[in-house]
């Protein structure tokens, strides 16, 4: 990427980008705000490509680019995005100076602008590289930088509902047969009729996902949202608590809490990440856990998230749950 990149409030302006093998970068500093960077990448060289993108600039050799340094001023998870660019972008994150990918995305917020977001340790230095679509034409671009603010309903955040202040509206859900606590949102203080484990305790809003982890039959409890998953080191974060008391009758199988990614129209399973399993036999009590779980290589594309509580025995016990301010990053 060549000249064109000029850094905004609090960032130091330079020559915006990298030119041949090199990892030259205009200087943000550890800004944090809308618009902290505007440019074009009109007249930048094409070095680099994002690998994690499927439909971008794998070559590195088609398309100019802008690139930037940044230095997280705390640890957090911070977003970086080009919403309101007039250019196709596509965006990616390199850890240190131009190592390796960590994050990429291509359109995610619509069809101009891209939009990631990565967690950092204080003082952590990141390279942000500004490309341009190789079915575009180089134009203007803006770069922003936001930090969560640890609530699940951020402007940014592309999960709806995410802490179901307004019921399950924009969720595919199922529930068991015979629930013990019916799938439901509900408020502060709601706890199960007969063990009484915890009372229910929203983390964002005042509203919480909650059910029983237990039925008559056996089942699933489900919930599922399409959502985009950005290629790279992806996750997504949530807080919970559990409790189970699975000592009723001869209980053999364990129950389980699972993150399941498909295909945004369905299929086969694109992967499966366990959260918890609550062995037969047993009692416990987790507390409230803040959970980030990695999705591994499923991103850079819509996907169907799922939320999967496997109950494979009827009968065998209460238990009781509690979910809130999901988070896809």
């Not at 930048?44 to 590195?60: F, I, K, Y």
């Not at 050799?61 to 705390?74: C, H, L, Q």
């Not at 603010?149 to 199922?174: I, K």
């Amino acid at each position: 990427a060549g000249a064109g990149g000029s850094a905004g409030a609090g960032g130091s302006a330079g020559a915006g980008g990298s030119a041949g093998g090199g990892c030259e970068a205009t200087d943000l500093g550890s800004v944090v705000g809308s618009n902290v960077a505007t440019g074009s990448t009109v007249g930048g060289v094409a070095v680099r490509g994002a690998t994690l993108c499927p439909r971008a600039d794998t070559s590195g050799m088609s398309s100019p680019e802008v690139t930037y340094k940044w230095t997280a001023p705390r640890a957090g998870i911070f977003f970086f995005h080009t919403l309101g660019s007039t250019t196709d972008t596509v965006l990616y994150v390199l850890d240190g100076a131009c190592g390796r990918e960590l994050k990429c995305d291509d359109d995610a917020i619509g069809f101009l602008d891209s939009y990631l977001g990565v967690e950092l340790a204080q003082n952590d230095e990141v390279t942000v590289v500004v490309d341009t679509h190789p079915d575009s034409t180089p134009g203007p671009f803006q770069l922003s930088v936001e930090e969560w603010d640890g609530a699940c309903d951020s402007p940014l955040v592309n999960l709806l509902e995410c802490s179901f202040e307004g019921g399950f509206a924009d969720w595919t859900t199922t529930d068991v047969t015979g629930a013990y606590v019916p799938l439901q949102a509900s408020a502060a203080g709601t706890t199960d009729p007969l063990m009484q484990f915890f009372p229910s305790s929203p983390t964002d809003g005042t509203w919480s996902l909650l059910h029983g982890f237990a039925g008559t039959s056996p089942g699933t409890i489900e919930i599922s949202q399409n959502v985009f998953v950005p290629a790279g080191a992806s996750a997504v974060t949530f807080d919970y608590r559990a409790a189970w008391d699975i000592t009723t009758g001869t209980p053999t199988q364990d129950r389980r809490f699972d993150i399941v990614v498909e295909p945004a129209a369905g299929g086969a399973a694109l992967g499966t990440f366990n959260v918890l399993v609550a062995p037969a036999n047993g009692s416990a009590d987790t507390g409230l856990r803040r959970t980030s779980v990695p999705l591994g290589s499923t991103g850079g594309a819509l996907r169907r998230l799922r939320f999967v509580w496997t109950v494979p025995e009827g009968a065998t016990g209460p238990g009781f749950f509690d979910l809130d301010n999901v988070l896809v990053y």
